[in-house]
């Protein structure tokens, strides 16, 4: 049994079915990202861990310990919120050690306790500020040690990047993620920034319509998103309409073009239309060996980006968005240009219907 | 041209407000004929009923402020956090006291509270302290309600609740270590005009049967000369160092802000 499980979960307010049987577990020292688009359910989902929402149905253990119907403050959770969280009428100080208070921890060890968590979020200079006196960034770096400092059993943080600007979004997410692999807490993380949960998780839920569609590892749901809502929501995706020539042989024609798929058999049946999808970077400007696949191609708009040059063709009636790495010896193609582009078959997202 | 319009009629305000005062503060220091002194003050404070009255009032005061704070500071917060679509209602109740006379309140306090009723209050001297604190509470109500309400409305209630509690911490908690420390400046505006309310309050206290500032300075000015306006300048100022207290507290918390 997980740590952390979630097992048929369900929230409904009034006539609104807002969580629909939800089931996760958690192992310890696990970092779970809900992905989804806003309004899916995640901060339901998160708040009835919390003990914010009592679920309609459905049960939340933490630790081999059923908590569904205990109250926030026996729970001994941690969380972290969007902004404007911490107390205003305290210095950063008594804000992480308010926690600590309520335990009845001493005040000689509520000051260590304070001391290094200061020390841990890189801010041990601030402790008499108050938070009206701290950028956004720091705050949210406070209300961190503030929710980590009574040693909580699980982690909740409900989109606590979200208000901050580009870099310090960057550099705070990887921070934190840095805190909770040295602590080895259990953390859920809500973002509905498919490039955050990405980056910084062992795992994500994606959550469409209060429903997990799809749980694995970031690899694991960029190339082998099991549902067309997923294959979307994550990444960048190029879709072309190809017809069946072959279900036997996982034999499709897109554009005239045939494109045989390593993996065989599929579940449409001869002469269907189906979807088949690319991420940016399957996709190749100008033949390369491995590529089998070979399309004409008209540029529309190049993006030099740096080191990727992210560039949209018109293929066989659709926009496509392709990554190439920049080179120095190769200047990207200008615009209106005629080009080829190519692909492997194994590369191919066959999307379900 | 207007604006000459305008300090006209900003100075005729003054003076319509300002006249009275400079003729009664200068009646009250002709006590001695032909020059002014300050022997009617030193009337008012020679007198041990005064220093008696306003000591009563003052308790009272401080008995209702405390009483205040306590009914309304959890109240404001629960109707924030739980009942929003209750607030026009509590608004309204909230109100009351500005519609209903105070004639009427005590007329029905000694109705329900005397002392052949269930809860014979007015039996006793503490019994009618009760309440009389209770009836200044009333009366109070709409003045610390709005303060107290306008202070929670500079904060993030319900987050800074759910942090307070994720972190541990029961409703008693929140309240007294979070909620009322961070709606404090509107608080204390509310206690000062409940102050001034109080101090000068007449109809419940004499009502009552209460020694308490208000009927005193009524006793006085029916039966003396110089005093009475003595008294009533001495009340003012009272009152006026009471607005000026809610400014400088309102003015130091807005400071201490910017200087971030
Ligand atoms: N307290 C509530 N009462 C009624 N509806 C709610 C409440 N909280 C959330 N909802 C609804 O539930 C849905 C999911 O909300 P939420 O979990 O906040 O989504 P997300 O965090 O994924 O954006 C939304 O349609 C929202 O309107
Ligand atoms: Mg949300």
Redesign the interface.
């Known amino acids: 049994m997980a740590f952390l499980d979630l097992t048929n979960l369900e929230k409904t307010f009034g006539a609104n079915r807002v969580v629909k049987d939800f089931n996760l577990g958690i192992d310890k020292g696990e970092f779970v990202s809900l992905l989804g688009p806003s309004g899916c359910g995640k901060t339901t989902v998160l708040r009835m861990v919390a003990g914010f929402e009592t679920p309609t149905s459905g049960s939340i253990r933490i630790d081999g310990q059923d908590v569904t119907d205990q109250r926030t403050n026996q729970r001994a959770i941690g969380m972290m919120f969007q902004a404007y969280a911490l107390f205003p009428n305290m210095t950063v100080a008594d804000n992480v050690a308010f926690g600590l208070k309520v335990k009845g921890i001493s005040r000689a060890e509520r000051e260590a306790r304070v001391a290094e968590m200061l020390r841990l979020i890189g801010l041990p200079d601030l402790a008499t500020r108050f938070p009206f006196q701290l950028s956004g960034g720091q705050q949210q770096r406070v209300a961190l040690a503030r929710a980590l400092a009574p040693r909580p059993r699980v982690l909740l943080l409900d989109e606590p990047l979200s208000a901050l600007d580009a870099k310090v979004r960057v550099s705070l997410r990887n921070e934190i993620r840095v805190i909770q692999r040295e602590l080895g807490i259990t953390t859920i993380f809500v973002t509905h920034d498919q490039e955050e949960a990405m980056s910084i998780s062992d795992r994500i839920v994606v959550m469409n319509g209060g429903i997990a569609e799809q749980a694995g590892a970031p690899f694991e749901i960029y190339n082998n998103p099991r549902t067309r809502f997923v294959a979307g929501f994550v990444g960048t995706l190029n879709m072309f309409t190809a017809t069946v020539e072959s279900q036997q042989d996982g034999l499709l024609t897109v554009a005239g073009q045939r494109v045989l798929l390593p993996k065989g058999p599929i579940t449409a049946r001869d002469g269907d239309t189906v979807t088949l999808a690319l991420r940016p970077e399957a996709i190749r400007l100008g033949r390369a060996e491995g590529r089998e696949v070979v399309m004409p191609a008209t540029i529309d708009e190049v993006h030099f980006l740096g080191s990727v040059i992210r560039v949209r063709a018109r293929v066989a009636g659709t926009v496509v968005a392709l990554d190439t790495f920049n080179r120095p010896d190769q200047p990207p193609p200008p615009v209106g240009s005629a080009a080829e582009i190519s692909f492997a078959a194994s590369d191919v997202i066959l999307l379900p219907e | 041209m207007t604006r000459i319009v305008a300090w006209a009629a900003v100075l005729l305000g003054c003076l319509y407000f300002l006249l009275p005062l400079a003729g009664m503060t200068e009646f009250s220091l002709k006590m001695r004929r032909g020059v002014y002194s300050f022997d009617a003050y030193v009337k008012v404070f020679e007198d041990p009923t005064f220093w008696a009255t306003f000591g009563y009032s003052l308790t009272l005061a401080a008995a209702t402020i405390v009483f205040g704070v306590l009914l309304v500071v959890p109240t404001a917060y629960w109707v924030r956090l739980k009942l929003p679509q209750a607030r026009p209602v509590v608004e309204f109740i909230t109100l009351l006291p500005l519609v209903i006379p105070a004639i009427v309140i005590v007329f029905g306090y000694i109705r329900l509270y005397n002392t052949s009723s269930f809860l014979p209050l007015t039996g006793s001297a503490f019994g009618t302290d009760i309440l009389l604190t209770m009836g200044y509470a009333t009366l109070a109500l709409p003045y610390m309600y709005r303060a107290v309400d306008t202070g929670l409305r500079t904060?993030?209630v319900a987050?800074?609740t759910?942090?307070?509690?994720?972190?541990?911490?029961?409703w008693f908690?929140i309240l007294a270590?979070?909620i009322l420390?961070?709606v404090?400046v509107a608080v204390l505006s509310g206690a000062f005009l409940t102050l001034a309310i109080v101090i000068g309050e007449f109809t419940m206290a004499a009502l009552l049967n209460r020694p308490a500032f208000g009927p005193f300075m009524q006793l006085l000015g029916a039966n003396r000369a110089y005093e009475p306006p003595a008294l009533a300048v001495i009340a003012f100022t009272i009152t006026w160092v009471c607005m000026g207290l809610i400014q400088l507290v309102t003015r130091f918390s807005k400071h201490e802000?910017a200087k971030?």
Do not use: K, V, Y
Request: overall charge neutral.
């Open positions: 904060i993030d987050t800074l759910e942090a307070a509690q994720s972190l541990g911490a029961g908690t270590r979070i420390p961070n404090l802000r971030a």
